[in-house]
């Protein structure tokens, strides 16, 4: 049987096409984005000639599984969901970008198999319920069990940057100007309000010394008295430094997010922080309340949530349905995260609106979303579709129509990758550390904790 109704869900041909993004100059603490960023987009098409689209990462390392991926899905059914996964695990890893690697310069841990796998197969489980959705003309939302809201709200995403990538380097110009210390964060936490209408901030940190973030978070506290506040330094910091900065922004922070790297570190920020607001010694002497520690990068796995739930390290969970595998797995993940009374949110990595408007799709099914998503949308001036995705009052519509509700605009499409193809090699893997060190020849990733 090849039919749903009287349509014919037959995947007859699978289309990936590697693109090159701009990317203005973003700092973070492993570097600064590069001005281009590679991404892919993944296109299903059905016998009947539905198409559906999905978007993830374009490293060579995606594309490496993508490809055999892609090849395995011909024949099969787009509404074949689970099956996804037992194709991928059909789709061999190659050892050397397992063994000894660590993901996204060890911002997710130890590289592993199931962590490529996962990460390419998002991209086509959003193309198959693109197609599967436009094929039956239901709404994504629909086919995930209805939005259970009509609107999904997201957070302005605060970064320190340049105001230029360094001189010589072809990049896209953007206008927003510099932001390197606490005026410059609130002038562009203001220009996220008045272009997108966002209330939520989220300041990406482990930049500069914890005492300039935290005189930023000030800032924007005083800028926008009352509105929730985050701050993100990828587990720069140690145990100590994540306490101190949780007790100079305890009044202020909504959650503090991945001040220490692992679940360990985390779990100890935790127990001390929940002992300090008990009263019980702290061991620093000081009293803090018990700020909440949300994560993109302890808990990115099904198999790590058990060590960070049982050990109470995060108490919210920020999913990205690109390397947890994909939509339902971001479901899966929000009902566990229900069971134990932790918070689930949405991380975002640079993306396009392909990407935005899965999150959009998904979160809309989420019950209890307590904090505004992230999204890096926003900063990207490119996007391959015919008309970009609209933030309203900081919120982006749930789309009814069949479908993501997106449509892909081949021009731009090919404008983009012909940029991919013109590349020698260099922009295919995001690698913030060498672009960094084009600025700063002696850069090198930051030892952690670097604070
Ligand atoms: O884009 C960046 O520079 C971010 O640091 C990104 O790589 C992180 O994955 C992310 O945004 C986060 O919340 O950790
Ligand atoms: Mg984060």
Redesign the pocket.
């Known amino acids: 049987m090849t039919a749903a109704g009287t349509r014919d869900l037959t995947i007859t041909e699978v289309r990936l096409t590697p693109i090159l993004v701009a990317d203005p100059p ?1 700092l ?1 603490t492993q570097g600064v ?1 590069q001005p281009y960023t590679p991404r892919l987009i993944v296109e299903v098409v059905l016998a009947d000639g539905t198409t559906g689209v999905g978007e993830t990462y374009g490293d060579t390392k995606y594309l490496e599984l993508a490809r055999p991926f892609a090849e395995l899905l011909v024949g099969r059914q787009a509404h074949d969901l689970n099956g996804l996964f037992t194709v991928a695990d059909e789709v061999a890893v190659d050892r050397s970008r397992v063994v000894d690697q660590v993901d996204v310069g060890g ?1 997710r841990g130890v590289q592993t198999a199931d962590k490529l796998r996962l990460s390419v197969v998002s991209g086509f489980e959003v193309a198959c319920l693109d197609a599967y959705g436009k094929a039956l003309g239901l709404p994504v939302h629909a086919l995930l069990g209805g939005k259970v809201r009509d609107a999904v709200e997201y957070s302005a995403y605060l970064f320190y940057k340049w105001a230029d990538h360094p001189e010589g380097v072809k990049s896209e110009k953007d206008d927003w100007g510099a932001a390197v210390d606490p005026a410059g964060v609130v002038e562009q936490a203001r220009r996220f309000t008045e272009r997108y209408g966002f209330t939520s901030f989220k300041l ?1 940190g482990g930049v500069f010394p914890p005492e300039e973030e935290i005189a930023a978070v000030r800032a924007l506290a005083e800028a926008f008295p009352g509105h929730p506040l985050r701050l ?1 330094p ?1 587990g720069a910091w140690s145990v100590e430094t994540s306490l101190k900065v949780a007790d100079a922004l305890a009044d202020v922070l909504e959650y503090l ?2 001040p220490a790297l692992g679940t360990a570190a985390m779990a100890e920020v935790a127990a001390r922080l929940k002992g300090a607001a008990r009263g019980v010694s702290d061991g620093g002497g000081g009293r803090r309340a018990g700020v909440p520690l949300a994560t ?2 302890c808990v990115t796995t099904f198999a790590e949530i058990k060590e960070a739930f049982t050990k109470d390290a995060v108490q919210v969970v920020l999913c990205d349905h690109h390397y947890w595998g994909g939509l339902r797995n971001t479901r899966e993940l929000a009902a566990i995260c229900r069971a134990f009374g932790v918070d689930v949110s949405m ?4 993306h396009l609106g392909i990407s935005l408007a899965a999150m959009t799709h998904v979160a809309s099914t989420v019950p209890g979303l307590h904090h505004a998503c ?1 999204s ?1 949308y926003p900063w990207q001036s490119e996007d391959v579709l015919t008309e970009r995705i609209a933030f309203e009052g900081g919120r982006v519509r749930v789309s009814d129509a069949p479908g993501l509700g997106v449509e892909l605009d081949r021009d731009k499409l090919a404008l983009l990758h012909r940029r991919w193809l013109d590349d020698d090699g260099t922009l295919r893997e995001r690698d913030d550390a060498a672009a960094m060190r084009v600025a700063d020849p002696d850069w090198v990733t930051p030892a952690v904790p670097r604070w």
């Open positions: 973003l973070n984005h911002l990406k993100d990828n997010e991945d993109n990068m991380h975002s990595n640079t992230d890096h």
